[in-house]
């Protein structure tokens, strides 16, 4: 079967019948990944929109092409909407990726070879907060700092970022910028610390909340836009838009902020998607919409909570946002990550091997296995369903050498996912 949206793909067999195989896959399996959502078919709509036809290099009023009057009101009120709902002095809504609004950002705010201290990928941070393989590292002088040791003290748990070593880091160093957020992270994070340290050592305080921009704007999290100079997000994880990204700033910060999305890093900027983020800021700052992310919250404790009662360890004892981060060792201590997200792809549960902090094994196997409840959330699921996919995995990895079995638990997915249509809750 065809998704709804396809309508207009006549003639085009091989790209249809692929469309139609990941329109099956999307709704017969579970997405667990933490990055991924369901976006609504307004979102979609808009990013399928006349607007993929123009070019617009440049900003609303200050263009180098004509005939932009009508994007330059769509880009405006993308701005207007996203400042709105996060109370920003400016936005800028082109930034194709968050990795390119991260890399403007740095390119914006420091000199080359500008030291920056910002959370190391092994410990949870991104690829563009300075790992080595980003060119990020290349560019700019990234010192790091990771999470506080393991700790199975429910009372005291571990794993978390570690204030103390942020600290001692930005006295040490005296960094340019300090960057708060992480990409693999199960817990809040607080931006007023980041600000204070920040303010000891004359750093700019950038704020990468890619993973929770949604969890923000539904004010399930705190929002950093009043502690930070700077905050970079994704549109299409917790926020529900189209794939993209987008930056808020202070004023004094704009200027040089627009500069270095456009020219400095991005062509023409894809007006199609930014009328797509028009919609999902709507959308965003509707009361629906704070129901959503309090219910994914609610989603990923659960499922935490049935994770461990399979086995698994969570890293850093529990979930507060959106994703559980699971050490595989204790489950099963030959199981890696990697096996792990292949079995579970057998079964029907999409998920990603990530690493944990101190992994001993490579990023490429790794020893942890994320998972996220943004979009299963958005599909309907909720704390009991979550339980039940908690001992679908448990029983697809245990009973992984049995293709039956694993068979077993794909059918079983299939029924659950037969009963949630990801697209049910936008037309109630
Ligand atoms: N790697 C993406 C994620 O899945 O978190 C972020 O870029």
Redesign the pocket.
């Known amino acids: 079967m065809s998704s709804p949206f396809d309508v207009f793909i006549t003639g085009d067999d091989e790209v249809l019948d692929l469309l139609a195989q990941e329109w099956a896959r999307q709704t017969s399996t579970l997405q667990l990944?933490?990055?991924e959502n369901f976006a609504s078919p307004a979102v979609m709509a808009a990013t399928g929109s006349v607007l993929t036809n123009k070019y617009s290099e440049g900003y609303p009023g200050r263009r180098y092409y004509g005939g932009n009057q009508v994007v330059d009101e769509i880009e405006d009120l993308a701005r207007r909407r996203l400042i709105g709902l996060f109370g920003a002095d400016h936005a800028n809504v082109q930034p194709h990726s968050?990795?390119n609004a991260n890399v403007a950002v740095y390119q914006a705010l420091l000199e080359p070879g500008d030291t920056v201290l910002a959370m190391r990928l092994d410990q949870g941070g991104?690829?563009t907060h300075g790992s080595p393989a980003s060119m990020t590292s290349k560019a700019w002088n990234f010192v790091s700092y990771g999470v506080t040791p393991r700790n199975d003290d429910p009372a005291a748990p571990g794993e978390m970022i570690d204030f103390d070593n942020v600290r001692d880091m930005a006295l040490t160093h005296r960094p340019r910028m300090i960057v708060a957020g992480a990409?693999?992270y199960a817990r809040r994070i607080d931006p007023a610390p980041f600000r204070e340290i920040a303010d000891e050592v004359g750093a700019l305080l950038m704020f990468d909340s890619?993973?929770v921009a949604g969890l923000i704007a539904g004010g399930s999290h705190p929002n950093p836009v009043p502690y930070a100079d700077v905050v970079t997000f994704?549109t299409h994880?917790t926020l529900r838009g189209p794939r993209g990204g987008a930056i808020l700033c202070r004023s004094d910060h704009a200027k040089a902020i627009d500069m270095a999305v456009f020219p400095g890093q991005q062509g023409g900027p894809l007006e199609h998607a930014i009328a797509a983020k028009a919609v999902a800021f709507r959308e965003a700052a509707q009361a629906s919409f704070s129901t959503y992310t309090r219910q994914v919250v609610a989603n990923a404790s659960a499922f935490g909570d049935a994770l461990a009662r399979e086995g698994f360890r969570l890293v850093s004892g529990g979930s507060e946002n959106h994703m559980v981060l699971l050490d595989l060792r204790d489950f099963d201590a030959d199981l890696t990550g990697k096996v792990a997200q292949e079995v579970l792809d057998r079964a029907g549960i999409t998920t990603?091997r990530n690493t944990i902090p101190d992994d001993p094994r490579s990023a490429f196997i790794t020893s942890g296995l994320r998972v996220g409840t943004a979009a299963e959330t958005t599909a309907g699921l909720r704390e009991d369903e979550f339980a039940t996919v908690a001992s679908l995995m448990a029983r697809a990895l245990r009973e992984r050498e049995d293709a039956a079995k694993v068979e077993r638990v794909r059918e079983e997915v299939a029924e659950l996912c037969a009963l949630f249509d990801p697209y049910a809750s936008f037309t109630k």
């Open positions: 990944i933490a990055s968050g990795a991104h690829l990409t693999a890619a993973h994704t994880k990603n």
